[in-house]
């Protein structure tokens, strides 16, 4: 079954780094998300990402925030100078152009972020 | 802003009894309602929806209800496994403005079967 691939699992950074998550949606999918979930809350969007740019942002998804689709396969964020509290687990997620809302996701399973 | 809150953070039932998983939302614009299922260190993985139209969906062990008036849903699991042992998310389906959809999720409620 096709998977969405997210690397690294684990990502521990100095606060005031960048760090670059890595994801690699399933191959015929058009559309792209990034939502994250802090430790014990809900999961909360981010980005979504379409046609080389950004269709939907969340107000978590500020100036130190950054999509990008470098090549044909991967799908990253980028976080310019991490927060304590961006420590979270962030998934990548991606669905299919024609997809609508009665047809879930297809999430990766996740990295986690621990900002130090 | 909680649109979608899941009051119940865990639950526990014995195999083979019926699981109820409850979720509350206030936005009366949501389309469609989905259960995720999530395992640890993996990413939450679509269950079962319900269109905002309809007051019930079943796959399988799986029933979604939905009371619009109530603005509730829950999903009934029968009969529970211990491989049900997860977390679950209900989460609602809102439009964008560029015409693509957003989930927003409750803070799960993770469930517990008992052998």
């Known amino acids: 079954e096709p998977e969405v691939t997210q690397t690294p699992s684990h990502q521990v950074t100095q606060m005031g780094q960048e760090v670059i998550l890595r994801c690699v949606p399933i191959s015929n999918h058009l559309y792209f998300y990034w939502y994250r979930q802090i430790l014990g809350q809900k999961v909360e969007f981010l980005v979504s990402?379409?046609?080389?740019?950004?269709?939907?942002k969340s107000e978590i998804f500020d100036d130190q925030f950054s999509v990008e689709r470098p090549d044909g396969s991967n799908f990253t964020l980028k976080i310019r100078s991490t927060k304590l509290e961006d420590s979270a687990m962030y998934f990548c997620?991606?669905?299919?152009?024609?997809?609508?809302?009665?047809?879930?996701?297809?999430f990766g399973s996740g990295t986690r972020l621990t900002v130090v | 802003d909680q649109q979608v809150k899941q009051n119940s953070p865990s639950l526990s039932v014995q195999e083979g009894r019926i699981s109820i998983l409850n979720c509350d939302y206030t936005n009366s614009m949501f389309d469609y309602f989905l259960w995720y299922k999530k395992y640890p260190a993996e990413g939450p993985t679509f269950l079962i929806s319900i269109s905002s139209i309809k007051d019930k969906n079943e796959d399988g062990r799986f029933t979604v209800f939905l009371n619009k008036s109530a603005k509730h849903l829950s999903l009934h699991i029968v009969p529970s496994q211990p491989g049900d042992s997860a977390v679950y998310f209900c989460?609602?389906?809102?439009?964008?403005?560029?015409?693509?959809?957003?989930?927003?999720f409750g803070t799960g409620t993770r469930l517990k079967v008992l052998a």
């Open positions: 989460a609602a389906s809102a439009v964008t403005s560029s015409g693509t959809y957003k989930y927003i």
């Open positions: 990402f379409y046609n080389n740019e950004i269709s939907e």
């Open positions: 997620a991606s669905s299919e152009i024609r997809i609508w809302g009665a047809y879930g996701y297809t």
